[in-house]
């Protein structure tokens, strides 16, 4: 690993050269007064501030403000980058398809690395709304205890619903199921779906069952308005290290 404090702009762009030079490439970061020029499918110019740069070994540039999590600029995976120095340190990142170049000119830099990050390993995500829907899949009783599963990822025009089914009585249900939270435009993607099935048979009875660990206050109040149903869930999902319990509490 090769860290500076205050490199000047030649010293910077003698390190990152020789980055750039070895045979594996390597993650940069760079922290300094910098203005960034975008041009491509538009045009943007932020001007001087100090800012956090990380350059990725695959082409990946990101720049980072103070704070939010998001960069105010950012170029792909595959992007091309150079280093040059015209009165401060300078990085070009540019791609060909579409054509888009950032330039990114540093007044001053407070501090440099360079290294390399050995890192194989694979995220492993689990609790994304597909296991939710796989849990209820496999046992729709703790939705409501008589209901049956008739088809998943059902096509209509407005979407794909999640689950249909069917409860003791026949009557057609939709369930939709959301990871976090029950927003107003679940509430409004139900209905559409309602809408849709409804078209074939305006007299048809269809229910609509919304799913998740929390609903807001707005969508709460609509949920009642239109005659559809909220159903709590609480869950944790295992990890094949078997750290975390399993989804064990339908409300």
């Keep these: 690993m090769k860290y500076l404090i205050s490199p000047s702009a030649d010293e910077a762009l003698q390190a990152l050269n020789e980055s750039l030079s070895s045979i594996r490439r390597r993650m940069v970061t760079i922290v300094g007064c910098c203005k960034v020029d975008y041009t491509g499918r538009a045009k943007s110019f932020l001007d001087y501030g100090d800012r956090l740069v990380i350059v990725k070994a695959d082409g990946t540039v990101m720049v980072h403000g103070n704070e939010k999590r ?9 992007t091309s980058v150079r280093y040059t120095v015209e009165e401060g340190l300078i990085i070009e990142a540019r791609r060909a398809s579409p054509p888009e170049t950032m330039r990114i000119h540093f007044k001053s830099i407070q501090a440099l690395s360079i290294f390399t990050l050995n890192d194989g390993a694979e995220i492993n995500i689990v609790g994304e709304e597909a296991d939710i829907v796989d849990k209820i899949e496999s046992d729709p009783s703790i939705i409501e205890e008589g209901l049956r599963v008739v088809r998943r ?15 003791r009585n026949g009557v057609t249900v939709i369930v939709e199921v959301k990871r976090t939270s029950i927003s107003p435009n679940a509430v409004y993607q139900m209905e559409a779906y309602l809408a849709d099935f409804k078209k074939k048979n305006d ?9 998740a660990p929390r609903v807001s ?10 005659g559809l149903e909220y159903r709590q869930i609480g869950y944790e999902f295992e990890l094949k290290d078997k750290k975390q319990a399993s989804l064990d509490s339908f409300k």
């Design 70 to 78: 998001e960069p105010v600029n950012w170029q792909p995976p595959g």
């Design 203 to 211: 007299k048809a009875i269809v229910r609509g069952i919304l799913c």
């Design 153 to 167: 990822e059902k096509a209509t025009s407005s979407g794909f619903i999640d689950l249909l089914c069917e409860d």
């Design 217 to 226: 206050e707005m969508a709460r109040t609509l949920i009642a308005e239109k």
